[in-house]
């Protein structure tokens, strides 16, 4: 099992042995530092390999969430906080958890995994990396790992119906669920990522799964009781498909 370096910013000191003392119980978990402020941490973080920060929001000369856009991105975060006000801020600076104070061991221990399943996924994606070229559908795999309140979520590519895009997210809509997945992702990410023979931008906002397409009326793709329009910008390429499948 992976071992994970993980550092501890907090200005209260019993708050931040607490976390070092769950660190030190955990098998997969490794204390490499223990700081009172972001600034005392920030040589140890850039100058080690540190995987995951267990850092405070509020503390003195640079708070928690203004510290998390400035370090590494292969370091996460797991917020220890006494304020729930944060969580929104948080889960776009791409936290992997959000934990509120006081923090038990078994909040702590759920995230720690979480933590360890993202390192392990993540892991597993670098090596694929590095393996030989394959087909854009091989290359995309059946499945699509994305967070979704900080939780990682497998979705299964081919019962993907469409996505919508959002200002800051996008919904994922599968089939046979009626609530969507909401992530913190780009639509040009995903357009990039999903296979291109089967999903097409047909909106600005929009990306649909061609093989799940039952009925088109009036220049809008119908799903159950959402009618998603075919914009002028993706109108001409989305008829080419169509012609090409119209019998008759």
């Not at 370096?5 to 931040?16: N, T």
């Not at 292969?74 to 729930?84: H, K």
């Not at 720690?112 to 394959?134: C, F, G, N, P």
Request: aromatic share 10%; net charge neutral; with cysteine.
């Amino acid at each position: 099992m992976q071992t994970l370096r993980c550092c501890v910013i907090d200005d209260e000191p019993l708050a931040s042995g607490l976390i070092r003392s769950y660190i030190e119980k955990t098998p997969f978990l490794e204390i490499a530092g223990e700081f009172s402020s972001p600034r005392n941490a920030i040589y140890t973080i850039l100058n080690n390999d540190i995987d995951i920060v267990f850092l405070d929001i509020q503390i003195p000369q640079l708070n928690g969430i203004e510290f998390a856009r400035i370090i590494p991105a292969d370091t996460r975060i797991i917020f220890t906080t006494a304020y729930s006000d944060y969580a929104v801020e948080g889960f776009r600076v791409n936290a992997l958890d959000y934990l509120l104070k006081p923090v038990s061991y078994e909040e702590f221990l759920a995230a720690a995994r979480r933590a360890l399943a993202w390192y392990e996924m993540k892991h597993q994606s670098d090596s694929s990396k590095l393996q030989t070229q394959v087909s854009p559908t091989e290359k995309a795999g059946e499945y699509i790992i994305v967070k979704s309140e900080y939780k990682l979520v497998q979705v299964r590519i081919a019962d993907i119906l469409y996505i919508e895009g959002l200002k800051d997210y996008v919904k994922i809509y599968v089939e046979g669920s009626e609530k969507s997945i909401m992530t913190l992702l780009s639509m040009k990410a995903l357009e990039q990522t999903l296979p291109s023979d089967t999903f097409m931008r047909v909106h600005r906002s929009y990306i649909v799964n061609l093989s799940k397409i039952k009925v088109i009326e009036r220049n809008r793709i119908i799903f159950g009781r959402t009618q998603i329009p075919v914009s002028e910008s993706y109108k001409d390429t989305f008829a080419e498909f169509i012609a090409r499948r119209t019998l008759g």
